[in-house]
């Protein structure tokens, strides 16, 4: 079945869980969040997508999701999905890192659910003892059938 409606957020949008685990963070006007994490920790990031859940009578099945990111001395380790509260996909055991920037889908898993109260992504970011932390984050989306 083909995609029928996509939705994306800029990564300005993000929200950190954990601001005491953090060295800094700054938005970079239109082009991405620079996350920098302190040394040898772990923090999530939440991304809401505006969620349009009936279109032209029907109601939308949630396909994947995706981040548009890129790193250095950290790695996006585990992606999670939720239709409101409900947990609807998780993807552990990730070590995701690029110093250019990376676009990455996460499949939710068949059958696609019906989604009833919006897409939110969140993602853990491990930073390590490196000299430079961080995580930029420029998008984050969501495909819908």
């Known amino acids: 079945m ?3 409606h996509a939705m994306w957020i800029h990564g300005n949008s993000v929200r950190i869980e954990y601001p005491d685990r953090m060295e800094g963070d700054t938005r970079r006007g239109g082009a991405y969040y620079k996350m920098m994490g302190s040394r040898l920790s772990k923090n999530w990031f939440h991304a809401a997508i505006p969620t349009a859940l009936i279109v032209e009578g029907r ?3 949630l396909h994947s999701v995706m981040l548009r990111f890129r790193t250095r001395g950290a790695a996006v380790t585990k992606v999670h999905v939720y239709d409101g509260e409900n947990q609807i996909a998780s993807h552990e055991g990730l ?3 690029s110093t250019d920037w990376h676009f990455e889908r996460f499949e939710v898993p068949d059958p ?4 009833f109260w919006g897409v939110g992504i969140s993602f853990e970011g491990e930073y ?3 000299r430079e932390r961080r995580i930029d984050i420029s998008a984050a989306g969501a495909d819908f059938l």
């Open 95 to 97: 070590s995701l890192s």
């Open 59 to 61: 109601r939308l099945r």
């Open 128 to 130: 390590d003892r490196s």
């Open 2 to 4: 083909p995609i029928a």
């Open 112 to 115: 696609k659910p019906e989604i």
